[in-house]
């Protein structure tokens, strides 16, 4: 709890008033498309994920980096131009994630660009499979300035980690947890807020009480059940949780699933938020894993040309008139809430 209590203090130490205008314009422009039914955009994006590789040391199912399945082109994010676009919206942008596919670690300039970032006053976070935090990456991580790290452990038994993460070791990543604790406490450092994220499928549903306890044991600040996207899951999945309130889906009468969420006509996420790619593309959001629905390249136009640009409200209106009629949306449970 007082680990939430000092992430949550951080976090608002980092807020303007240049930001919390910015903050509170796209809240109401987003509040009067809904009403009105048609894309208004005051303001610029509140956070914005950035995509530092696609590359990835792991194999898990579900996920086209593990299943090496992109059609897009894979590659490294380059640091000049992660550089322009933190220059641009480094006064409005309050949080920035540096993941989207891949494993960030890989990137060798990662952490580089963390402290960029962390320099302007963002907050930054991350997501990792841990496998890389040896004791001089994790003391550099803890020096970066990242606010959050985002551990990825999917089991606290060997067997039923490697269940979802095919190719991963678990004691990786419980020394990769232990090297940046140590770290924060050596160097007096709050930060960053360490998360265990728990992805819950079927295989690692009963461990859940375990990984709280594994994550009290180590030290870890907080511990988030993630549930599971599943491509092909009309028909069921060895991967759907037995316990409903795990999955994203509900088991039908006539032994078919559906997803739970009803696709409300708006989304939240397109008007405070969105991912660019390694490469520059601008993307709707973090369901559009093979970027599909490409709204923008930043190799072409600044970011608020992309932003507020005839593609970006095409695909707001498109939303707003029928959220289900667009493929990334169909399997999606998020974005109906504010802040959620």
Known sequence: MIGGISDSVNMLSKVTWKR??????????????RAVKKP??????????????????LRC??????????????GMLDQALFKNVIDQLSGTLSYLTFYFQGEPYLHPRFLDMATYAADRGIYTATSTNAHYLKDDVARRTVESGLDRLIISIDGTTQQTYEAYRVGGALDKVIEGTQNILAWKKKLRSKTPHVVFQFLVVAPNEHQIPEVYALAEKLGVDQVVLKTA???????????????????????????????????????WKMWHSCVITWDGRVVPCCFD????????????????????????????????????????CKNCTEGTRVWA
């Open 61 to 74: 199912p579900e996920c086209p980096s593990g299943l090496r399945s992109f059609t897009r082109p894979t």
């Open 289 to 328: 894993k093979d970027a599909h629905f490409v709204l923008g390249d930043l190799a072409k136009n600044s970011f608020e040309e992309i932003w507020r640009g005839e593609k970006y409200q095409q695909f707001r209106q498109s939303l707003l008139r029928s959220r289900s009629e667009i493929e990334i």
């Open 229 to 267: 996207q599943i491509y092909d899951y009309e028909q069921g999945s060895d991967l759907i949780p037995k316990q409903e309130k795990y999955a994203r889906y509900r088991k039908n009468a006539d032994g078919t699933y559906a997803i739970k969420n009803a696709l409300a006509d708006h989304c």
């Open 20 to 33: 919390a205008y910015n903050a509170a314009n796209i809240l109401s422009s987003y509040h009067y498309s």
């Open 40 to 57: 208004a955009i005051k303001g610029m994006p509140i956070s914005i994920s950035f995509e530092p590789t696609t590359s990835c040391n």
